[in-house]
Structures are given as structure tokens and as C-alpha cells.
Nanobody, 126 residues
Framework: VQLQASGGGLVQSGDSLRLSCTVSGSMFITYHMGWFRQAPGKDREFVAHITKMGTTYYSDSVKGRFTISRDNAENTLFLQMNSLKPEDTAIYYC?????????????????????WGQGAQVTVSS
């Protein structure tokens, strides 16, 4: 399984960006998917998760500003980011969880995920 993230860039505070993550193969519809981010000198941090059934979860820091979605016909995961802040600056990673069942807690843990994309840099200037 290969994941390819795209859509990062340099924006100003208050702007919007949409990240995309294309997933290889024909089993995307069976995967739970997540977005994480990592700022310099910090641990990888959970951002958002969407189950294969479409249930979504968000970190408190992005709730109300970011929206995770998926297009199963196009094997693509999205992260719409609005009202961006300088503290959102990080490399954003998409990840696939191939576990058959969903979890209402473990989705926040990087170890839950089986495959990762290469990351997309998002830089928000003040």
C-alpha cells in the first residue's frame, strides 16, 4: 500500500489549504484513515481520523477548523484546513489503518496505523 500526500504550501494566518492523499490498490474503502502532523522538535501529533464508515474524529486543537473526508471512488483522503494559525505549521502525514474494526480511542496513536505517506509541508506565517 502506497500513500502520496499533496497540497501543502506556504500561506498566511487565516488562510485555507486542502491536503490530499491518494492511496494505491483497490482496498481503500476498507481502510480507516488518519492525518498526523509533526512540527520541528516535537512528537508526531494526531490531527484527524475517518473510519471506513465515515465517522470522523478530531484533535481539540483543530476541531471546528479542519475537516477530514474521503472519496472512495478516487481512493483519496482529504484534509480541508481553514482559519490556519502559525501553530499549525508542520509536516502533515496521512496514514492507513488496515484493522478490520474501528476503535474510539486507538485512532489517536501512530502505532495503530500500518502505512504512512511521505508528508506534506504546511507553513503558516503570521
Amino acid at each position: 500500500v502506497q500513500l502520496q500526500a499533496s497540497g501543502g504550501g506556504l500561506v498566511q494566518s487565516g488562510d485555507s489549504l486542502r491536503l490530499s492523499c491518494t492511496v494505491s490498490g483497490s482496498m481503500f474503502i476498507t481502510y480507516h484513515m488518519g492525518w498526523f502532523r509533526q512540527a520541528p522538535g516535537k512528537d508526531r501529533e494526531f490531527v484527524a481520523h475517518i473510519t471506513k464508515m465515515g465517522t470522523t474524529y478530531y484533535s481539540d486543537s483543530v476541531k471546528g477548523r479542519f475537516t477530514i473526508s474521503r472519496d472512495n471512488a478516487e481512493n483519496t483522503l482529504f484534509l480541508q484546513m481553514n482559519s490556519l494559525k502559525p501553530e499549525d505549521t508542520a509536516i502533515y502525514y496521512c496514514a492507513a489503518d488496515l484493522t478490520p474494526y474501528s476503535s474510539n480511542t486507538a485512532y489517536r496513536l501512530p502505532g495503530r496505523y500500518d502505512y504512512w505517506g511521505q508528508g506534506a509541508q504546511v507553513t503558516v506565517s503570521s
